[in-house]
């Protein structure tokens, strides 16, 4: 088995300095970014329909950068105000830093996670059960998030602001990669659509998270490569340590 090109389903990185970029040189190997969903808005009209008023939260839940760009971009469609003591409760200090986009910062209360993962968040969360939450979401949202926060007994209610659809692939595109790399289960459902009658045979698959590892499952494909784990914690890492077990694998056999 050889990989030479490897397709991972997210935009390009914005910096020159990503870890994909040294896997490319150290290795040889061709990474091409193309993501397999892309965004689209859910406009004021739909938001309005879910009769769901955001004055009525004091405390706001991102899992996303994308969710906090359209929180504020239905704010201003709808015209809200928003308060200065309304509360951010984010995922990861990552995500909850991309606020300043759009807040002062440091005059606003702000909590995140340490780990990156919804349980760790829900600790902050759990101090303030006093709070109304509202948890912005697409319109496949993660259901184990929301029965945590059932179980905790957080007073929530659910805003889907944005939803995500397949980015589909032009007739005259080719898909001729070694490696395959996925971040959600939408991008597997994705893959199905756009090419239903897709073999895997020797391409290997990657993938993000323990949701998308199940949709790789249930579409009946083989899953080569996972993170995080204990020994990798990014993509990145998961995907160059497989790239050194296939080389390994390749100098075994040119011995034999």
Same mark, same amino acid.
């Given at each position: 088995?050889?990989?030479?090109? %490897?397709?991972?389903?997210?935009?390009?990185?914005?910096?020159?300095?990503?870890?994909?970029?040294?896997?490319?040189?150290?290795?040889?190997?061709?990474?091409?970014?193309?993501?397999?969903?892309?965004?689209?808005?859910?406009?004021? @009209?739909?938001?309005?329909?879910? @009769?769901?008023?955001?004055?009525?939260?004091?405390? %706001?839940?991102?899992? #996303?950068?994308?969710?906090?760009?359209?929180?504020?971009?239905?704010?201003?469609? &709808?015209?809200?105000? %928003?308060?200065?003591?309304?509360?951010?409760?984010?995922?990861?200090? *990552?995500?909850?830093?991309?606020?300043?986009?759009?807040?002062?910062?440091?005059?606003? *209360?702000?909590?995140?996670?340490?780990?990156?993962?919804?349980?760790? &968040? &829900?600790?902050?969360?759990?101090?303030?059960?006093?709070?109304?939450? &509202?948890?912005?979401?697409? +319109?496949?949202?993660?259901?184990?998030?929301?029965?945590?926060? +059932?179980?905790?007994?957080?007073?929530?209610?659910?805003?889907?602001?944005?939803?995500?659809?397949?980015?589909?692939?032009?007739?005259?595109?080719?898909?001729?990669?070694?490696?395959?790399?996925?971040?959600?289960?939408?991008?597997?459902?994705?893959?199905?659509?756009?090419?239903?009658?897709?073999?895997?045979?020797?391409?290997?698959?990657?993938?993000?998270?323990?949701?998308? #590892?199940? #949709?790789?499952?249930?579409?009946?494909?083989?899953? +080569?490569?996972?993170?995080?784990?204990?020994?990798?914690?990014?993509?990145?890492?998961?995907?160059?340590?497989?790239?050194?077990?296939?080389?390994? @694998?390749?100098?075994?056999?040119?011995?034999?």
């Amino acid at each position: 088995m050889k990989i030479k090109k %490897i397709l991972v389903s997210q935009p390009k990185p914005a910096s020159e300095k990503s870890p994909y970029y040294d896997i490319e040189k150290k290795y040889g190997v061709n990474i091409e970014f193309r993501p397999f969903i892309k965004v689209d808005p859910v406009s004021s @009209k739909e938001f309005r329909a879910q @009769k769901v008023n955001i004055l009525d939260h004091t405390a %706001i839940i991102f899992t #996303a950068k994308t969710g906090i760009d359209h929180f504020f971009r239905l704010c201003k469609e &709808l015209r809200i105000e %928003i308060p200065d003591s309304l509360k951010y409760f984010c995922i990861s200090e *990552k995500v909850s830093l991309y606020l300043q986009h759009y807040v002062q910062y440091r005059k606003r *209360k702000v909590f995140f996670g340490t780990t990156g993962k919804f349980p760790s &968040l &829900l600790e902050h969360i759990d101090k303030h059960k006093e709070e109304k939450f &509202l948890l912005v979401c697409t +319109d496949v949202h993660n259901e184990e998030n929301t029965r945590l926060l +059932d179980e905790h007994g957080v007073n929530f209610k659910m805003g889907v602001m944005y939803r995500t659809v397949s980015n589909d692939f032009r007739p005259d595109e080719k898909f001729d990669y070694d490696m395959l790399v996925f971040f959600s289960p939408n991008g597997i459902a994705s893959l199905q659509k756009n090419f239903p009658n897709f073999e895997q045979g020797d391409i290997s698959i990657a993938c993000f998270g323990a949701n998308t #590892a199940k #949709a790789v499952s249930e579409a009946g494909l083989r899953l +080569d490569c996972e993170a995080p784990t204990q020994q990798y914690s990014s993509m990145s890492a998961a995907i160059e340590g497989y790239l050194k077990e296939v080389l390994k @694998k390749e100098k075994v056999a040119k011995k034999k």
